[in-house]
């Protein structure tokens, strides 16, 4: 069992940027990789960043390449989302996921290889 915690969110204006957490405990870190998924009201949920249990590999959604940067701390037990040029259309609440890999470069990128999800902490972009 891997217990996820997400903290960082809030209320920012345009431009500006957040630094989402995710805090981990539980089984063994890095043998997960790690995702950040949003949801929008209304809307399904959407992927927006990997990483791989290394931290050596990471992928990101085109609505957020660029813009994000997901990363791990695997001493510390925790995955990073740093976003920054946020837009409204951003606004949504965010998740973080961890999917067990037996290697070091793997990432996934659709929610159902992920086993064990954040409870979630809200972003808020206005205009």
């Known amino acids: 069992q891997v217990h996820l915690v997400e903290s960082g969110g809030g209320l920012v204006q345009a431009g500006g940027s957040l630094r989402l957490s995710c805090a981990a405990s539980?089984?063994?870190?890095?043998?997960?990789?790690m995702g950040w998924f949003r949801q929008a009201p209304g809307k399904e949920r959407e992927f927006a960043a990997a990483v791989s249990r290394s931290g050596g590999s990471t992928y990101y959604a085109d609505s957020v390449k660029g813009r994000f940067t997901i990363s791990r701390d695997n001493a510390k037990n925790t995955v990073y989302l740093q976003m920054n040029s946020l837009k409204p259309g951003d606004t949504a609440v965010y998740y973080c996921?961890?999917?067990?890999?037996?290697?070091?470069?793997?990432?996934?990128?659709?929610?159902?290889?992920?086993?064990?999800w954040g409870q979630g902490t809200q972003v808020t972009v206005s205009p």
């Open positions: 539980g089984r063994t870190f890095n043998n997960y990789a």
């Open positions: 996921a961890a999917g067990l890999t037996l290697y070091n470069s793997d990432y996934y990128l659709d929610p159902s290889d992920y086993a064990y």
